[in-house]
């Protein structure tokens, strides 16, 4: 943690492995702690003090955590480089549901999505080229989309998909850009 001001450093973690996620900060509605919400490379998910760096929890996964995390309705989600979306307890790291779908046996980006929660749903996309929408509650699913396109190769659909009023935003690295029905994925272009 750096000063912004500055620029001296207040604190420093080590996490154990290296940090390619971007951190995510949540502040606690009932005391006014700030946490910061990071993955590393050994798959561990932290929950860090912001003033002092001290560890809150941590969950193990046991794949890579390279993309950003998203807070809702009390719950953390991220995902792994191996296509698992987590849902944990924000405040305790307590693992509520996961949802994965199985890595392709062709060429992909090996990147990772940011999920999108609007709704009561969590969206996400995945090397194979599909866009999910889950129940936030219990990661059951409403619907799934193939943006592939026809394509085979690099379909990967990692980036964070987009809520605009009633309408998502979602590309597929080779299959191309997307606007969608939020509710049932239908595809409007």
Do not use: C
């Given at each position: 943690?750096?000063?912004?001001?500055?620029?001296?450093?207040?604190?420093?973690?080590?996490t154990?492995?290296?940090?390619?996620?971007?951190?995510?900060?949540?502040?606690?509605?009932?005391?006014?702690?700030v946490?910061?919400?990071?993955?590393?490379?050994?798959?561990?998910?932290?929950?860090?003090?912001?003033?002092?760096?001290?560890?809150?929890?941590?969950?193990?996964?046991?794949?890579?955590?390279?993309?950003?995390?998203?807070?809702?309705?009390?719950?953390?989600?991220?995902?792994?480089?191996?296509?698992?979306?987590?849902?944990?307890?924000?405040?305790?790291?307590?693992?509520?549901?996961?949802?994965?779908?199985?890595?392709?046996?062709?060429?992909?980006?090996?990147?990772?999505?940011?999920?999108?929660?609007?709704?009561?749903?969590?969206?996400?996309?995945?090397?194979?080229?599909?866009?999910?929408?889950l129940?936030?509650?219990?990661?059951?699913?409403?619907?799934?989309?193939?943006?592939r396109?026809?394509?085979?190769?690099?379909?990967?659909?990692d980036?964070?998909?987009?809520?605009?009023?009633?309408w998502?935003?979602?590309?597929?690295?080779?299959?191309?850009?997307?606007?969608?029905?939020?509710?049932?994925?239908?595809?409007?272009?």
């Amino acid at each position: 943690a750096i000063n912004t001001i500055t620029g001296k450093r207040l604190w420093a973690v080590d996490t154990g492995s290296r940090v390619d996620s971007q951190p995510t900060f949540y502040t606690d509605d009932f005391d006014g702690t700030v946490y910061i919400l990071m993955g590393n490379d050994d798959g561990a998910f932290l929950a860090l003090n912001a003033d002092d760096g001290s560890e809150v929890w941590r969950y193990e996964t046991r794949a890579e955590i390279d993309g950003g995390a998203v807070v809702a309705e009390g719950r953390v989600f991220f995902q792994t480089s191996t296509d698992e979306l987590y849902a944990l307890d924000v405040t305790t790291g307590k693992y509520l549901w996961s949802y994965g779908r199985e890595l392709p046996d062709y060429f992909t980006l090996g990147g990772v999505s940011t999920p999108t929660v609007h709704d009561g749903l969590v969206i996400s996309g995945y090397a194979d080229g599909f866009l999910v929408a889950l129940y936030l509650d219990t990661g059951r699913e409403v619907w799934e989309l193939d943006l592939r396109n026809g394509e085979r190769d690099f379909v990967d659909v990692d980036g964070k998909p987009l809520v605009v009023g009633e309408w998502l935003y979602a590309a597929s690295h080779a299959g191309g850009l997307y606007a969608l029905n939020l509710t049932d994925g239908a595809v409007r272009w």
